[in-house]
């Protein structure tokens, strides 16, 4: 039977069934089979070269002939990209922030590898390149891409604040000051921002809150012209921005309960060391100084007051 | 009547030996199983391949042109740029090479569907360099029957010699063909030099070694199998032929009854009936092996070699030319010819190649020397300063495309009354050859604000010449008023 499939002149296995159905011995071709085989031995030179076996007795494993590990590749990896980074980071190692900051390609530098600095230390409180956070009494910590700075946006400034922390402080007020006075209050500097300070003054509606802002206590840490103090922290009353709830409800209780002031119902406003939590070090500090200053608040050195600051003049 | 008899024959054999099996019994199929030793014969195609298949010399020579110093055509992978004579083309202008890629498959087609495989019998570097590679067996071992002798012989000193000759030869054309390659993608200079000097990077060692090895291999050892069982595009073009394109063919018609010729008389010889006088010269030229009396096949790369090699017979037997000629199945099947324009298929090809070279032509004159991209920050999309203005932050990427270091000025159109660019006072440093990239806020007083989104487009103009310049439309964003 198979001869009738023989025609060409390939041998059948002799095997026959449905009386003429048989299969050819058809070798592979030889490429084919040294392939095969060299599949082979490189399934088993990788088996050996590589960690493979594991040994249940002892929780070890077969460590494989090459030594590679995971760790290692890792490893080398990382070194690769230190590399790259390395001759940035030894030279503003013994920068001064501002030093680095004048320089444009540590500036830029900072400004394209600090992102994950950021986003792990500074992120979880300031949001997301610094839009800030925000909870159910408002603004949880500041924004940092604007131009009111609590305690300066000058690059040293935003270094010592990151190095160094920074605790808001301002007293209850409602032993000192009767309900009625703290509403007047709240009314005046709620006028400041919204119309500006000259407006609000002259603005008979708000004259009580005025004279209690003036008789009162504000201004030993607001200052006469209720722009504030930001060697000590004290925020500007006159601008449009706002720490915490900038309502006339919110404006109330921030001067009833006070900041900090360890009354239950006081604002919080606390900023870690960074300096001392010891997570960072030296240079990162440094580089989130400059990343930060970067966002679009940062105020030159120049002596010319910050244009921003100027938009309400202010004349008493 | 003889058509039911073989109706019943086949319903006989129906469940022993089906059509597809007598299929195989007839077919030949070379798989390579004994070198093919083709005949070399002088002929107009012969002439004229050797023109086309020179054209590949441009592939070795070209580039050392140089060009203001440089390397005229440069396809410069490391610094990511290409370079043609004056002009630079950087990655982002890599649209029009798909353009180009469609231009010249169209091209591919449309010659394929008019002429069939050109591509395969004229240009294509397996036909060619396999053609160069049997012209130097030629020369070392001899002609088509020495070599099969010479494939027969037991080895010898003289055997050993030849062989080791042409495989000399053989790897030294293999090596320049590797090196050309490579210098298509780096200084043809610099790249000897590293060569020389053994000191070329390890990814040059691994394109030199693989087209090295690629090009003995495939033109030295497997050539005719490569078209047969290797190449796509060769089965490709075959199915893009048709009943109208013309391609080397076997006028059957006129050609059979083939036989051998007989001596009628002194001098005289007389065909048995058909033109066709089995001489099979038309096979021994053949460089993949086919018969192309057989019909249009896979094997067919359309060189007309044989063509030549039938010519020359028809001379000598005192015959018309032509009985293997450049002709279509509708010729000799004798149905009538359509025109050229009436090949609908044809014409869109040809449609298609005029646009993506439009296309082509159109980028290349509107490349501009600058390109500019704005990327507004979208967290947070804008910020409300001190004294209510509203800031947007913008990332800027210039793209400088001249030979220099260019000083670029910053404008807006559009986008808020009373605004202020902040971060372009002085002009602003762009590289050349390279991306740039910088912030620029822009400051717009919130009263005036009208919309949550305002579009605005920046332009950036070069300090040194104002005709350098890129603007780019994208928006400033607010709350809402």
Known sequence: MSEKHDVSGVPTTGHVWDDDLADFTNQPPRWWMLGLTASALFCVVYFLYYPSIPFAATGGFFKGIGGWTAIKEMEADKSEVDAVRGKFEARLKDMTPAAILADNELSEYVKRSGKVLFGDNCAACHGQNGAGTRDKEGLFAPILNDDDWLYGGKIDNIHETIAGGRQGMMGAHKDTLKEAQIADVAKYVKAMSDEGKDKADADPAVAAGKKVFMESDCTACHGQDAKGMQAMGSTNLTDKIWRFDGSVEGIKRTIAYGVNSGDPQARVAVMPSFKKAGKLSDAEIKKLAVYVYKFGGGQADAPAAPAAEAATPAAK | MSERVNKEADQKEAGTVTGIYREFEAWQVNTGGSTIHAKRMPGFFRTVKNYTQSLWLLFFLVPYLRWNGKQAILFDIANRQFHFFNLTILPQDIWMLSLLLLLLAMALFAVTSVASRVWCGYFCFQTSWTDWYTWIEDKVEGPPHARRKLDAAPWSLEKIGKKAVKHFIWMVIALLTGISFSIWFVDAFDYWNMLLHFRLPLVGWVVLTAFFLGTYILAGLLREQVCMWLCPYARIQGVMTDSQTILPAYDFVRGEPRGKLHRKAAGEWAAQGGDCIDCYQCVQVCPTGVDIRDGQQLGC???????????????KVGKPRGLIRYASL???????????????????????????????????????SMTLKVIPERQPLFVRMSDGSIQNKYEFKVLNKTGKDLFVTVTAEGGVKDQVIIGAEKPLLTHHGRGTSFTIFVKAPGENIRREVTPIEFRIQSVEDPLIAAEYETRFNGPKP
């Not at chain 2, 070699?305 to 010519?311: E, N, V």
């Open chain 2, 301 to 315: 790369i359309t060189c007309g070699l044989c063509l030549d090699a039938c010519d020359s017979i028809m001379d």
């Open chain 2, 330 to 368: 509708d010729e000799l099947e004798g149905k009538p010819v359509k025109k050229m324009y009436q090949h609908p298929r044809t014409l869109v090809y040809l449609g298609i190649i005029l646009l993506a070279f439009g296309g082509i032509v159109y980028g290349l004159t509107h490349l501009g």
